[in-house]
């Protein structure tokens, strides 16, 4: 019963919310209400996540497990950077200082960590299947990294005309990935409007 009930629930305020964007003079308040109810269930979901992931931590560091010290570091980073937040603020210099710190190097490894994994990728497709398109592939891979990546003499001549070229097949390969990202966000949310999946109250 509680999972019908839930059920009903979750597709009736998703009806309500799609309907809001089409009839916005009678259903606008009804629907900014249900956005914000979702937002702060969300809000709340993160929060109790991340007290769970400190109880984790902190539980393997209680009992000795291997990588319990790693995770005392993460609890005291993570409540360390909670508390400066609140009492200096986000736009605080300092503050924003300490987040860069973490932040460029983080995402300069996970590019690195993608470079890499697209010339593994597409030395794969080659062993698998060679064709123009896997070929073009490597190809614009492997000169787009020559051209980003610092050399010792400099900016390579030409190299700003030959990036916005390829920026083409960057762009486009962009697009296809939003367009899937979509389609997909579309399917997810009508699967839950009509029943199909149920995250909220199991299967």
Same mark, same amino acid.
């Given at each position: +019963?509680?999972? %019908?009930?839930?059920?009903?629930?979750?597709?009736?305020?998703?009806?309500?919310?799609?309907?809001?964007?089409? *009839? #916005?003079?009678? /259903?606008?308040?009804?629907?900014?209400? /249900?956005?914000?109810? @979702?937002?702060?269930?969300?809000?709340?979901? =993160?929060?109790?996540?991340?007290?769970?992931? $400190? $109880?984790?931590?902190? !539980?393997?560091?209680?009992?000795?497990?291997?990588? !319990?010290? *790693? !995770?005392?570091?993460?609890? =005291?980073?993570?409540?360390?950077?909670?508390?400066?937040?609140?009492? /200096?603020? #986000?736009?605080?210099? *300092?503050?924003?200082?300490?987040?860069? @710190?973490?932040?460029?190097?983080?995402?300069?490894?996970? +590019?690195? =960590?993608?470079?890499?994994?697209?010339? *593994?990728?597409?030395?794969? &497709?080659?062993?698998?299947? %060679?064709?123009?398109?896997?070929?073009?592939?490597? %190809?614009?891979? &492997?000169?787009?990294?020559?051209?980003?990546?610092?050399?010792?003499?400099?900016?390579? #001549?030409?190299?700003? @005309?030959?990036?916005?070229?390829?920026? +083409?097949?960057?762009? !486009?390969?962009?697009?296809?990935?939003?367009?899937?990202?979509? &389609?997909?966000? /579309?399917?997810?949310?009508?699967? %839950? &409007?009509?029943?199909?999946?149920?995250?909220?109250?199991?299967?």
């Amino acid at each position: +019963m509680l999972r %019908v009930f839930t059920a009903a629930l979750a597709i009736a305020a998703g009806i309500f919310v799609l309907l809001g964007y089409f *009839y #916005p003079e009678q /259903l606008e308040s009804l629907r900014l209400i /249900l956005v914000d109810w @979702a937002i702060i269930i969300a809000g709340i979901a =993160i929060l109790v996540g991340i007290f769970n992931l $400190a $109880a984790v931590q902190m !539980g393997k560091f209680s009992t000795r497990q291997k990588g !319990g010290m *790693y !995770g005392l570091l993460l609890v =005291i980073s993570l409540f360390a950077t909670f508390a400066a937040g609140v009492i /200096l603020g #986000p736009e605080n210099l *300092y503050m924003r200082l300490a987040v860069d @710190a973490v932040i460029v190097p983080v995402e300069a490894s996970l +590019m690195a =960590i993608l470079a890499v994994t697209l010339i *593994y990728a597409s030395i794969r &497709l080659l062993r698998r299947r %060679v064709d123009v398109v896997s070929v073009l592939f490597l %190809v614009v891979a &492997l000169i787009f990294l020559f051209l980003v990546m610092p050399t010792p003499i400099g900016p390579i #001549p030409g190299d700003r @005309a030959m990036l916005d070229f390829l920026g +083409m097949f960057s762009r !486009g390969g962009a697009r296809g990935l939003l367009i899937g990202i979509a &389609l997909g966000t /579309l399917l997810t949310g009508l699967r %839950v &409007l009509f029943g199909v999946d149920r995250p909220y109250g199991g299967n």
